[in-house]
Antibody, heavy 126, light 107 residues
C-alpha cells in the first residue's frame, strides 16, 4: 500500500512563496509521474504539474511562470514551490501518483491518479 | 485546454436507486477518461480509468462507459457509502483537466 504524506505552511501572506513537501512510502519514484493538484471552491480541481523519475517536469501553462516541482530521491520526497502567491492561490493542495496503464488491445497509454496525499489547506491572506 | 463538463451538478437519490452521471469533453478524447469519488475532507479516490475499467477492489455496482466526447458513470444500486461528490478527469492531453463535480445526496 502506497502512502503519500504531505506537510507545509498553511498560512501565507500575498507575494510569499508556497512550499509543500510530500513523502512517498514505497521508496521509489521509478516508473511513475508525480503530480501536484489543488482544489478550491472557485476553480474546482486544478492540475498544477508533474515530474517523472528522471526529474523531467511538466507544468500547467496557467501557473508555469510561478511553479517549481522537484524530487529528492534520497529522502523519497516530492516538493512544490509556488511563488508570488495571491488570494486566488488559496486551496487544498494534493500530491498524487500518476500511473501509466498500457491497454494492449488498442495500443493505448492511459494515465490516472491512483494514490493521493491527505491534502494541505493553504490560505493566502494579508 | 480540454474543458470537462459534468451533469447534473447535484443529484438527490435514495439507497437502492440506479444513478447515472454524465461527463462531456470539449473535444474528442477517445477513452482517456477517469472517474473519482470524493468524500468531505478527503482526497479523491480513483473509481474508473480508461473510461470503463473498474479500479481493483471496488464493487461492481460502479461502471463507466462512453468514448469520444460523452461519458457516463453509473451506480447500479446506491449504498449509503456512495453519497459523495464525483469527478471526471481527462488524460488525453496536458494539462490534465477535471469536471466541476457532481454532488450525490441522500433524498
Amino acid at each position: 500500500q502506497v502512502q503519500l504524506q504531505q506537510w507545509g505552511a498553511g498560512l501565507l501572506k500575498p507575494s510569499e512563496t508556497l512550499s509543500l513537501a510530500c513523502s512517498v512510502s514505497t521508496g521509489s519514484f521509478s516508473g511513475y509521474d508525480w503530480s501536484w493538484i489543488r482544489q478550491s471552491p472557485g476553480k474546482g480541481l486544478e492540475w498544477i504539474g508533474d515530474i517523472n523519475h528522471f526529474g523531467d517536469t511538466n507544468y500547467n501553462p496557467s501557473l508555469k511562470s510561478r511553479v517549481t516541482i522537484s524530487l529528492d530521491r534520497s529522502k523519497n520526497q516530492l516538493s512544490l514551490n509556488l511563488k508570488s502567491v495571491t488570494a486566488a492561490d488559496t486551496a487544498v493542495y494534493y500530491c498524487a501518483r500518476e500511473v501509466l496503464w498500457f491497454r494492449e488491445l488498442l495500443y493505448q497509454n492511459h494515465y490516472y491518479f491512483d494514490y493521493w496525499g491527505q491534502g494541505t489547506l493553504v490560505t493566502v491572506s494579508s | 485546454d480540454i474543458q470537462m463538463t459534468q451533469s447534473p451538478s447535484s443529484l438527490s437519490a435514495s439507497v437502492g436507486d440506479r444513478v447515472t452521471i454524465t461527463c462531456r469533453a470539449s473535444q474528442n478524447i477517445n477513452t482517456y477518461l477517469n472517474w473519482y469519488q470524493q468524500k468531505p475532507g478527503k482526497a479523491p479516490k480513483l473509481l474508473i480509468y480508461a473510461a470503463s475499467t473498474l479500479q481493483s477492489g471496488l464493487p461492481s455496482r460502479f461502471s463507466g462507459g462512453g468514448s469520444g466526447t460523452d461519458f457516463t458513470l453509473t451506480i447500479s444500486s446506491l449504498q449509503p457509502e456512495d453519497f459523495a461528490t464525483y469527478f471526471c478527469q481527462q488524460s488525453y492531453s496536458s494539462p490534465r483537466t477535471f469536471g466541476q463535480g457532481t454532488r450525490l445526496e441522500i433524498k
